[in-house]
C-alpha cells in the first residue's frame, strides 16, 4: 500500500493461492473441521477461564455430562442456585430433549477433556 491523498493505494495486487477456500461437504469432513475448531477453543478457555469454567457448568460436565443434572437438563426439569445469564436460560430451554430425542440409543463411553485437547 501507498499513502496517497489522505488515503491508501493499493501499490501491488496478490492473487489468493487457488486451496484457499475448500468445500467441505462429507459428513466426516465436516465433523473433523468442527472438532478441530471446538479442540482450540476448549484449549482457549482451560488456558484463560470462561463461561465453562464456572461451577454452574461445572456441575453440567461433572463425570463427563453423565450424571443426574444433566438428566434433569434435558428433562427439561433443570434448577440451580446459581446466577444464570439471559443466554444460559435460553441455553438451559434449548437443550431439553423432545421426545423423538428422548427415544434415541443412549450414549455410552466417555472421552476426557485430556484426551479431547
Known amino acids: 500500500m501507498i499513502a496517497e491523498g489522505g488515503g491508501y493505494k493499493i501499490a501491488q495486487k496478490h492473487e489468493l493461492p ?19 475448531r471446538n479442540k482450540r477453543h476448549l484449549q482457549q478457555t ?23 443434572r444433566v438428566d434433569d437438563l434435558l428433562a427439561g426439569r433443570f434448577e440451580t442456585e446459581h446466577e444464570v445469564s439471559e443466554e444460559m436460560a435460553a441455553w438451559i430451554t434449548a437443550v ?7 427415544a434415541q440409543p443412549k450414549v455410552v463411553g466417555v472421552m476426557t477433556k485430556e484426551q479431547f485437547q
Open 46 to 68: 482451560a488456558r484463560e477461564g470462561g463461561f465453562t469454567t464456572r461451577p454452574l457448568m461445572g456441575e453440567i460436565q461433572a463425570n463427563h455430562g453423565l450424571n443426574s
Open 96 to 102: 431439553k430433549q423432545t421426545d423423538k430425542e428422548k
Open 18 to 36: 487457488a486451496a484457499f477456500w475448500t468445500d467441505v461437504t462429507s459428513q466426516e469432513e465436516i465433523e473433523s473441521q468442527i472438532m478441530a
